[in-house]
T-cell receptor, first 111, second 116 residues
Framework: DAKTTQPPSMDCAEGRAANLPCNHSTISGNEYVYWYRQIHSQGPQYIIHGLKNNETNEMASLIITEDRKSSTLILPHATLRDTAVYYCIVRVARNDYKLSFGAGTTVTVRA | NAGVMQNPRHLVRRRGQEARLRCSPMKGHSHVYWYRQLPEEGLKFMVYLQKENIIDESGMPKERFSAEFPKEGPSILRIQQVVRGDSAAYFC??????????????FGPGTRLTVT
């Protein structure tokens, strides 16, 4: 039961912002949006999460639409090391500890 | 602060043998999660443990697989009588109590199991 939809792949130029979309039209009011990424052959890495408001940390920004049916992860200045598979995950913060990874978006940053 | 450690990083077993995968969580982390990534597939949740307790094993195959997180020592994922279909990357993640509910999990580098 796929809760999120992401494009399978996208390219980005080094130094430019990378905008990764995610649709979650069936999201419930108590479900958060999480982003993780997996660089080739490594374990996934937590990036950011949010509920309603936009969030920013040292890695990225998360923009959630007002109706919460979609969101965008923004990598402000993509580097070659940002090449990875990016996963958008929705889950209830409490009572459901498992993360359900879909196919994600394969992001390739090109020099 | 060392990250999540998993060993071995690569494990080769013949069909029918046992595989033991170890995970040492980050210091201060009391929650451990195991995920499996089959070739060309996404990560699938297997089990969630706290010290000496299995909280959620809904993703574990019913047979041959078991997991523990003892009071002392690493978490162990044990696969008995391995078959070729068990070949996969097994990732462990950990979180401290306060981050568990926030969904922040810190992953190890994984153990790549190959069954010949």
């Amino acid at each position: 039961d796929a809760k999120t939809t992401q494009p399978p792949s996208m390219d980005c130029a080094e130094g430019r912002a990378a905008n990764l979309p995610c649709n979650h039209s069936t999201i419930s009011g108590n479900e958060y949006v999480y982003w993780y990424r997996q660089i080739h052959s490594q374990g996934p890495q937590y990036i950011i999460h949010g509920l309603k408001n936009n969030e920013t940390n040292e890695m990225a920004s998360l923009i959630i639409t007002e109706d919460r049916k979609s969101s965008t992860l923004i990598l402000p200045h993509a580097t070659l090391r940002d090449t990875a598979v990016y996963y958008c995950i929705v889950r209830v913060a409490r009572n459901d500890y498992k993360l359900s990874f879909g196919a994600g978006t394969t992001v390739t940053v090109r020099a | 602060n060392a990250g999540v450690m998993q060993n071995p990083r690569h494990l080769v077993r013949r069909r029918g043998q046992e595989a033991r995968l170890r995970c040492s969580p980050m210091k201060g982390h009391s929650h451990v999660y195991w995920y499996r990534q089959l070739p060309e597939e996404g990560l699938k949740f297997m089990v969630y443990l706290q010290k000496e307790n299995i909280i959620d094993e809904s993703g574990m195959p019913k047979e041959r697989f078991s997991a523990e997180f003892p009071k002392e020592g690493p978490s162990i994922l044990r696969i008995q009588q391995v078959v070729r279909g068990d070949s996969a990357a097994y990732f462990c993640a950990s979180s401290p109590y306060e981050a568990a509910e926030r969904g922040e999990q810190y992953f190890g580098p994984g153990t790549r199991l190959t069954v010949t």
